[in-house]
């Protein structure tokens, strides 16, 4: 690429030197765009292929949760047609004091501390002692 610069300035120069300095500009600043011009269009495809990655996996995970939960609902009819129940969760006494209390929320925060489970487990767990013990 230097030596087609180096053609192109004296094409244009020819034996005439004067103003060099402004005319190696513009041909620098020519060549620059052309290179920035390659440059964003490597950069842009390098973003568009990682988007189209990114996407893919986003799918990915998408469609493994709706089958996921496919799963646990077809379980459920399973359990639920051979009589099978879920164990009930196992709640510390300060999880029942504070749901007769009425304190769902402190009693869904003790459970979380007791058992390390997640939010919605947790949530899930209190509500079904709630309802076990009449304490809606």
């Not at 053609?7 to 402004?22: C, F, P, V, Y």
């Not at 189209?52 to 996921?68: E, K, T």
Request: no cysteine; aromatic share 2%; glycine share 10%.
């Amino acid at each position: 690429m230097a030596g087609r610069a180096g053609d192109q300035l004296s094409d244009l120069l020819g034996d005439d030197h004067e103003g060099l300095s402004s005319k190696a500009r513009a041909i620098g600043g020519l060549m620059f765009n052309e290179d920035m011009e390659w440059i964003s269009l490597l950069v842009l495809l390098a973003v568009l292929g990682q988007l189209m990655v990114g996407g893919r996996g986003r799918r990915a995970a998408d469609r493994q949760a709706r089958q996921l939960a496919a799963v646990e609902r077809k379980l459920g009819l399973i359990m639920d047609h051979l009589g099978i129940r879920e164990p009930e969760p196992d709640a510390p006494a300060t999880v029942l004091e504070e749901l007769m209390a009425g304190r769902k929320l402190q009693a869904i925060k003790v459970y979380r501390d007791a058992t390390h489970t997640s939010l919605t487990e947790a949530k899930d767990a209190v509500e079904l002692l709630a309802r076990r013990y009449g304490l809606e």
